[in-house]
């Protein structure tokens, strides 16, 4: 017999610890598409995906899921696209229900073990081998909810079957009737339907509970923490295992009897929470508890942004000569790339899996760290004090099959490790990358050799290759590039792109807006793209898509300057940490013989030829924003060919630079084979080290034959002393001189008088001669150059009676080199 008692209690303060099955607080971003990953924040990870009959709209704490029908875009069907849901397929004879496709994938969030023509790649549970096969054992149920209008049938809050969906009753599930006063549980294996009365209030967010204890054979229900019902001699069974089997919330298993109601933080638990009346707890997810990143690490405001056509106010920062923002006056002024010298090897025979994307970083002992990842693309870390000799590291943990230098056991591969300088110390050592090609996750380490998933999601889409990001303390915010595959060549192929995203708070889910029809049709024009649109359609209704015009495309080909069929495989963006107002790249560009045209291009792709898809270069891209960039494609800032006895047709740079003394160190992976080849040398593949100067990745070159003059816009400093980055080599020389508001020298410090800078240096003091004219007239006189005339010379370094005035530098060259300047 099942006895039913109404309570209405105090409330108290009893939680007691349970082990937590699942728990979903919805709070991905407001308005993702259909397709996109629900996470389980529980350590049994149990993704669920959005359907077209399900929203994220805004909650009780952070977001919450609405079982909502989104709006609908209008796209035909597609032959031969079945695993893409865009080919209808007829209901199997026998079955009552029609394969899931994009035309009728109307669950609001959904796990499933079916439908198997469909691409599945996020890694669902088998729900009913799992604790969400509610049975036998103490269990406790909770969200909040948020009843809305009435209901016209019953409203399904969650649903477990052994499937096919729709095809038995084999099911478990909970649900709200349509006057939305009695919960209703079924339990097909021991036939019980509950009918459970509650107290909700329209409109207002209520915490729910139900809690089973196995021990007593009781179900109890709580509202805000007060007793509700208390039902007796109740036995809940598990389903038997389904090889088809599915967990639905929101709508039941054929999407029907929606949820007039919006639920957050959905969590099941093993365990009796509760007992007695209690106090609502607070959110339980670390994103609404985590507090916002406001006291972020402040640099200098960017120097050349849209309002910086008056004086500039240089200050005493450094300034890097790598385009003609501080220009005002120039001729014959070349910007030229130097590329950096290929030094030794210092990773190679590398023969197991190992991907090509590098990150290196500094620790905090002055060790440098390369990391990448290895086999089932975990990632992998290699040590050294001298920046040649790199060892694996045996770590506790690190063990996995052939490795024992593994800092992070999960799938993923598709991103870079980076130090976040805003975190405690317990969280410094990121990563970021696509996560089992769910969405794009965060990693966290104290020391960067353990690292741990936040299990929130910061984008909801897959990503194709590897992410970039940095902290731009001058803009106050963390920014990343993302590949999109939604771009298309001119013959039609699969174009690579990368958007750029932009956060302030790293760890909660960052800003994004879903695109409109009308909105995907304004934002392709002037743009080759896929004909699927909307683009979340891509991998059907059970993965997700990538990205494709939500955020702005930043590193893209550009039909003007690059050969066809050529696209970015990654951007590896940066911003250069000795020098503000400096932001370099080093996209790696593909030269594609698959789907090339002509067909002189195209043989090359000819098995026969023992080539593959193409090679790949590294050129260098230069901003002062991190959003407008220039790309230098010529020279190669890394190109292919031999190097130490290896002919290489790869060169992936790596990510990431290292200061040393007056050095930039930087990293390259390189292989003797091409893209997807067609033979493979796998113990030549290498990782060398390469050196720049630093500062020193373009310079201002001024021709041999004759003098050349450049002049800056008005500007202020502040400091003593002029310091240059300069290399005249032996028979170039260069002279620098100070010009006042009017444009006429000032005296003292004109370009006549100043000494002559000839040689290589990475830091020289500009100098003038105070008393010039009596030296020449001396040297006129044919008097003796000697000591004599040196004791006589009067020469000053000292530029401070400049400073805090409108100035302009002007600098006569010859034969020489210019990269920086700085004011000291």
């Known amino acids: 017999m099942?006895?039913?008692?109404?309570?209405?209690?105090?409330?108290?303060?009893?939680?007691?610890?349970?082990?937590?099955?699942?728990?979903?607080?919805?709070?991905?971003?407001?308005?993702?598409?259909?397709?996109?990953?629900?996470?389980?924040?529980?350590?049994?990870?149990?993704?669920?995906?959005?359907?077209?009959?399900?929203?994220?709209?805004?909650?009780?704490?952070?977001?919450?899921?609405?079982?909502?029908?989104?709006?609908?875009?209008?796209?035909?069907?597609?032959?031969?696209?079945?695993?893409?849901g865009l080919t209808k397929l007829l209901k199997q004879e026998g079955k009552t229900q029609e394969p899931m496709n994009w035309f009728n994938a109307n669950f609001?969030?959904?796990?499933?073990?079916?439908?198997?023509?469909?691409?599945?790649?996020?890694?669902?549970?088998?729900?009913?081998?799992?604790?969400?096969?509610?049975?036998?054992?103490?269990?406790?149920?909770?969200?909040?909810?948020?009843?809305?209008?009435?209901?016209?049938?019953?409203?399904?809050?969650?649903?477990?079957?052994?499937?096919?969906?729709?095809?038995?009753?084999i099911v478990t599930f909970l649900k709200l009737n349509k006057e939305q006063n009695q919960f209703i549980i079924y339990n097909q294996p021991n036939g019980n339907t509950l009918y459970l009365p509650t107290n909700l209030k329209h409109q207002n967010w209520q915490h729910v509970v139900f809690m089973y204890n196995a021990t007593k054979l009781e179900l109890t229900h709580y509202v805000n923490g007060n007793l509700i019902s208390k039902s007796e001699n109740i036995r809940i069974e598990k389903l038997?295992?389904?090889?088809?089997?599915?967990?639905?919330?929101?709508?039941?298993?054929?999407?029907?009897?929606?949820?007039?109601?919006?639920?957050?933080?959905?969590?099941?638990?093993?365990?009796?929470?509760?007992s007695e009346n209690f106090s609502v707890p607070e959110s339980f997810s670390y994103i609404n508890k985590s507090a916002n990143q406001n006291n972020l690490l402040k640099g200098p405001q960017l120097l050349f942004n849209e309002n910086s056509n008056g004086t500039i106010n240089l200050g005493n920062r450094k300034h890097l000569f790598i385009d003609d923002y501080l220009l005002e006056l120039s001729e014959n002024v070349d910007f030229v790339v130097n590329p950096p010298q290929k030094k030794e090897i210092v990773l190679t025979d590398i023969a197991g899996p190992f991907r090509k994307h590098l990150s290196v970083l500094e620790d905090e002992k002055g060790n440098i760290r390369i990391y990448t990842t290895v086999d089932d693309d975990y990632l992998a870390v290699w040590i050294s004090k001298d920046g040649i000799n790199f060892s694996a590291p045996d770590l506790q943990n690190g063990k996995y099959k052939n490795n024992n230098n593994i800092v992070l056991h999960e799938n993923v591969g598709m991103g870079v490790v980076f130090i976040d300088p805003n975190a405690p110390k317990e969280e410094r050592w990121k990563y970021i990358s696509d996560y089992h090609r769910r969405a794009v996750s965060l990693f966290?380490?104290?020391?960067?050799?353990?690292?741990?998933?936040?299990?929130?999601?910061v984008l909801p889409f897959r990503s194709g290759s590897q992410a970039n990001i940095y902290y731009d303390d001058q803009k106050q915010v963390y920014t990343a590039f993302h590949r999109s595959d939604f771009g298309r060549t001119k013959s039609g192929a699969t174009q690579r792109d990368f958007v750029m995203t932009e956060t302030r708070d790293l760890l909660k889910p960052w800003p994004f807006k879903a695109l409109t029809d009308k909105e995907y049709k304004e934002r392709v024009v002037g743009k080759r793209v896929a004909k699927l649109i909307p683009w979340y359609?891509?991998?059907?209704?059970?993965?997700?898509?990538?990205?494709?015009?939500?955020?702005?495309?930043?590193?893209?080909?550009?039909?003007?300057?690059?050969?066809?069929?050529?696209?970015?495989?990654?951007?590896?963006?940066?911003?250069?940490?000795?020098?503000?107002?400096?932001?370099?790249?080093?996209?790696?560009?593909?030269?594609?013989?698959?789907?090339?045209?002509?067909?002189?291009?195209?043989?090359?792709?000819?098995?026969?030829?023992?080539?593959?898809?193409?090679?790949?270069?590294?050129?260098?891209?230069?901003?002062?924003?991190?959003?407008?960039?220039?790309?230098?494609?010529?020279?190669?800032?890394v190109g292919i060919g031999e190097h130490d006895g290896i002919d290489f047709k790869t060169s992936y740079i790596a990510y990431g630079m290292i200061k040393r003394d007056n050095e930039i160190w930087q990293y390259c992976f390189s292989e003797p084979h091409y893209h997807s080849p067609w033979e493979v040398f796998p113990n030549k593949r290498a990782v060398y080290r390469l050196v720049q100067r630093l500062d020193g990745f373009i310079s201002i070159d001024s021709p041999y034959e004759k003098e050349i003059y450049i002049t800056t816009k008005p500007l202020i400093f502040e400091g003593k002393r002029?310091?240059?980055?300069?290399?005249?080599?032996?028979?170039?020389?260069?002279?620098?001189?100070?010009?006042?508001?009017?444009?006429?020298?000032?005296?003292?410090f004109s370009v006549d008088d100043c000494i002559y800078i000839n040689g290589d240096f990475i830091e020289t003091e500009v100098e003038w001669m105070k008393n010039k004219d009596d030296i020449e007239r001396i040297s006129n006189n044919n008097e003796e150059i000697g000591v004599t005339l040196s004791e006589k010379v009067v020469t000053s370094k000292d530029v401070s009676k400049l400073a805090g005035k409108t100035v302009r530098i002007i600098f006569r060259m010859r034969g020489s080199k210019l990269y920086s300047l700085k004011f000291d």
Request: aromatic residues 12%; glycine residues 10%.
């Open 444 to 457: 966290y380490s104290e020391d960067g050799l353990n690292f741990k998933r936040y299990k929130q999601p």
């Open 722 to 748: 002029l310091l240059l980055n300069v290399d005249t080599d032996a028979a170039g020389y260069l002279q620098v001189g100070f010009l006042d508001e009017n444009g006429n020298d000032i005296e003292g």
């Open 537 to 637: 359609l891509d991998n059907g209704p059970l993965t997700p898509g990538g990205f494709s015009l939500e955020y702005p495309w930043i590193f893209s080909p550009i039909d003007s300057v690059d050969p066809s069929e050529t696209d970015i495989y990654v951007p590896k963006a940066q911003k250069y940490a000795w020098a503000p107002d400096t932001y370099l790249a080093f996209p790696i560009l593909y030269f594609h013989y698959e789907d090339s045209e002509p067909i002189t291009r195209k043989i090359l792709m000819d098995p026969k030829r023992k080539r593959g898809s193409g090679p790949l270069e590294t050129q260098l891209a230069i901003s002062r924003n991190g959003v407008d960039w220039q790309r230098h494609p010529r020279p190669a800032y």
């Open 2 to 84: 099942i006895r039913i008692i109404l309570l209405i209690g105090l409330l108290s303060n009893n939680i007691v610890n349970a082990q937590t099955i699942a728990f979903w607080p919805f709070d991905e971003q407001q308005g993702i598409y259909p397709s996109c990953v629900l996470s389980d924040l529980s350590d049994n990870d149990f993704p669920m995906v959005l359907g077209l009959g399900g929203k994220i709209v805004k909650g009780k704490f952070g977001n919450a899921l609405h079982p909502e029908q989104q709006s609908k875009f209008d796209f035909l069907e597609i032959e031969d696209e079945v695993s893409f």
């Open 240 to 274: 038997p295992q389904g090889d088809e089997d599915y967990f639905s919330v929101g709508r039941n298993g054929i999407w029907e009897e929606p949820l007039s109601g919006i639920i957050d933080e959905l969590r099941f638990s093993e365990g009796n929470i509760y």
């Open 108 to 169: 609001s969030a959904l796990m499933t073990s079916g439908e198997k023509h469909l691409r599945k790649q996020v890694g669902f549970a088998q729900a009913t081998k799992t604790k969400l096969n509610l049975g036998y054992f103490d269990w406790t149920i909770e969200f909040w909810y948020k009843p809305l209008d009435n209901l016209i049938e019953n409203g399904t809050v969650f649903e477990i079957g052994t499937g096919p969906r729709g095809e038995n009753e």
